[in-house]
């Protein structure tokens, strides 16, 4: 913040040094009317770094900004005034050579002279408006970054309460899955709950961050399919494929595990033939994702999953990747098939 004052404090010295200079500048190498030169451009230009900077600073934020605005409109008409009115003083006291060539007010006259004075008016509301449109400006970004800030906090608030949210569906239907081992095959179980520890160091330690590399997010997907595989019986086939080298791609984490979850929920029969297949490639810089599976439709009174993990994971898709992904959704002919593509 000190460095930011410092090089704007630079800027302005710049600028206010380039205006002063260039009558000499331009005037090089050629005779200068040194009282010309401070009566009509130095004066001046110093009432107009005086009516900048004392809007700038104060009068702006004081009275404009607040919605004071005939204050602010007198106060500025008086200080312009007092600045011509002054300035004449100095011309009149110091330069009084120069006067001789001015338009006079003698009734015949008038018209000349009313148009010196509007100029003038018009030349010392240039730094006034000036002014407000750099302090308009300055809060306008200013105001348009703290929108930014808000809604990124908004942002980041409510991918963490979906990510809390997720994280407890997953344990609730892993542990699910084991009790419904814990009869049929206790060392499965045995086996399954350590599998989930794994699962969920995962989950505790490495998804606190927005992005992870892809290759982590795959070996948890492979980790948990195996998982789920310790319940089924041999009527179930599951088939998936994962890129071999991974590109370094970099996505947020558990955008795909809802989607397995659902797969394992509603495409196994413990009675008839069915088929998981789980396939996910890369192209580029976009991940594509593909589940197809059985549809066996679970009974009302089926209560292993909360039902929030389709809806978590939409509502993440819509936050992280805004007009960035594809997601879709049919069941066909008993197979449901899930299509999803993510752009990077």
Request: proline share 5%.
């Amino acid at each position: 913040m000190y460095k930011n004052k410092k090089i704007l404090l630079a800027q302005h010295l710049l600028i206010w040094l380039v205006l002063f200079s260039m009558p000499f500048v331009l005037s090089y190498g050629q005779e200068l009317d040194t009282n010309r030169l401070v009566a009509h451009f130095l004066i001046p230009m110093l009432f107009y770094a005086v009516i900048f900077y004392l809007n700038f600073f104060v009068l702006i934020d004081k009275f404009l900004f607040p919605k004071k605005t005939f204050a602010f409109i007198i106060i500025n008409l008086g200080l312009i005034g007092f600045s011509i009115l002054l300035k004449e003083f100095i011309e009149a006291s110091y330069f009084a050579d120069l006067i001789k060539n001015r338009p006079q007010d003698d009734g015949r006259e008038g018209p000349p002279f009313q148009l010196f004075i509007y100029v003038q008016m018009l030349s010392y509301a240039a730094p006034l408006l000036f002014s407000i449109a750099i302090k308009t400006t300055k809060r306008w970004v200013k105001t348009e970054a703290e929108k930014k800030e808000a809604d990124n906090f908004k942002l980041q608030t409510e991918l963490q309460h979906l990510r809390y949210q997720l994280q407890p569906h997953f344990f609730f239907n892993s542990l699910n899955n084991i009790y419904s081992l814990v009869d049929i095959s206790p060392e499965k179980a045995k086996s399954t709950i350590h599998s989930l520890s794994k699962l969920m160091r995962y989950l505790l330690y490495e998804t606190s961050t927005e992005f992870i590399p892809l290759s982590k997010e795959i070996e948890f997907m492979r980790k948990y399919i195996e998982l789920m595989k310790l319940r089924l019986t041999d009527k179930t086939t599951v088939e998936s494929s994962f890129p071999l080298s991974e590109p370094q791609i970099k996505i947020a984490p558990l955008l795909f595990i809802s989607l397995i979850e659902n797969a394992f929920k509603h495409g196994v029969s413990a009675n008839k033939e069915s088929v998981i297949s789980i396939d996910m490639i890369t192209q580029d810089n976009s991940v594509i994702f593909q589940i197809e599976n059985y549809n066996f439709p679970k009974e009302h009174t089926d209560k292993s999953g909360s039902g929030i993990g389709l809806p978590n994971l939409e509502k993440r898709l819509q936050l992280l990747y805004p007009n960035k992904h594809q997601f879709t959704q049919e069941t066909k002919d008993g197979i449901y098939s899930v299509y999803l593509k993510i752009i990077t």
